[in-house]
């Protein structure tokens, strides 16, 4: 079994910075996408960015120039440095992995979400 610890969220002003860290552990072989969704209050849940094993990464536009996505294959981690907050970027923030075992070609992983506030 796969477990996704997220850590980093909490509540900032509009304009401040969190970062946010989430680390997979368990029986490993290796990990392909890595990546951030987020679901404000009566909305979906969305794509904020996602890196792949290559290190290519995708944004979601509401966060381009401002978030960004970065891995650490040692540790099997994933970050997301989100700069400039806006009123617009609160909601609870997961994140996802797709996991190759010892015993699954493939599987998805999800984090058990963290709360990010961003205050106007």
């Known amino acids: 079994q796969v477990q996704l610890v997220e850590s980093g969220g909490g509540l900032v002003q509009a304009g401040g910075s969190l970062r946010l860290s989430c680390a997979a552990s368990?029986?490993?072989?290796?990990?392909?996408?890595m990546g951030w969704y987020r679901q404000a209050p009566g909305k979906q849940r969305e794509l904020v960015a996602g890196?792949?094993?290559?290190?290519?990464?995708n944004y979601a536009d509401s966060v381009k120039g401002r978030f960004t996505i970065s891995r650490d294959n040692a540790k099997n981690t994933v970050y997301l440095q989100m700069n400039s907050l806006k009123a617009e970027d609160t909601g609870v923030y997961y994140c996802?992995?797709?996991?190759?075992?010892?015993?699954?070609?493939?599987?998805?992983?999800w984090g058990q979400g963290t709360q990010v506030t961003v205050s106007s």
């Open positions: 996802n992995m797709v996991v190759r075992t010892d015993t699954v070609f493939r599987n998805t992983y």
């Open positions: 890196i792949t094993s290559g290190g290519t990464t």
């Open positions: 368990g029986r490993i072989f290796s990990i392909a996408s």
